[in-house]
Nanobody
């Protein structure tokens, strides 16, 4: 089982990035995919999630309207589009997969598989 996150980098404030999460070793289409991030010295926090069929998406208030989560089950791949980036978005971004119910969607406990993280750095 593996989740491979990629696409991070250094970008100026106001810029955009697209993160990719590629799954292997399990039935990706059967799992909710989530994105979390962790900044230095801070707790890991929920960013966004998307249900297995892509029909429902969820966002943290801090990224709503700027980030967009999507998935392509035929490619076992999920995406997180980051727009209008701010310096406070700087963090290590993780993708995760699990059978999260609504009450656990925004918590680590809702996910069983985790990627290694990809660094996003936003300069001011």
């Amino acid at each position: 089982v593996q989740l491979q996150a990629s696409g991070g980098g250094l970008v100026q404030a106001g810029g955009s990035l697209r993160l990719t999460c590629t799954a292997s070793g399990f039935t990706f289409s059967g799992y909710t995919m989530g994105w979390f991030r962790q900044a230095p010295g801070k707790e890991r926090e929920f960013v966004a999630a998307i249900r297995p069929n892509g029909g429902s998406t969820y966002y943290a208030n801090s990224v709503k309207g700027r980030f967009a989560v999507s998935r392509d089950n035929a490619k076992d791949t999920g995406y997180l589009q980051l727009n209008s980036l701010k310096p406070e978005d700087t963090a290590l971004y993780y993708c995760a997969a699990g059978r999260a119910i609504l009450s656990t969607l925004a918590t680590s406990g809702g996910y069983v598989y985790w990627g290694q993280g990809t660094q996003v750095t936003v300069s001011s």
